[in-house]
C-alpha cells in the first residue's frame, strides 16, 4: 500500500487530503472513516443526519423495525443511501 498527499495550491506546505493506493485503486481518506453510526431515525431529521455521517466516511448502520421503516417514500430511498441495514424487533 502507498500513501501521498494532496497538496493545497494557497498553502503548499499542508496536505488538503490522504491518497491511498491498494491494488491500483486510488481513494481519499475520508475524515470519519473507522466510526461507526448506528442510525435509529424514522423520519427526516436523523436520517439526514446520519446520511451526512456517511459521506464523510463512517460506517452507518440503519436500524429498522421488522414491519419496515415508518417513512418510506423516494426522499427516503436518498437519505438511506450509503448505509447498511438490520431489522430489529422492537419490544416494549
Known sequence: MKFG????KTHP???IALIC???GKEMTQRPLSGYRVIDFGQYIAGP???MMLAD???EVI?????DGPKWNS???RVLNRGK???LLRFVE
Open 48 to 50: 439526514a443526519v446520519a
Open 74 to 76: 423516494p426522499a427516503a
Open 62 to 66: 440503519r436500524i429498522d423495525p421488522l
Open 13 to 15: 506546505d499542508k496536505a
Open 56 to 58: 464523510q466516511g463512517a
Open 5 to 8: 498527499a494532496i497538496q493545497s
Open 84 to 86: 447498511k441495514r438490520a
Open 21 to 23: 493506493s491498494d491494488e
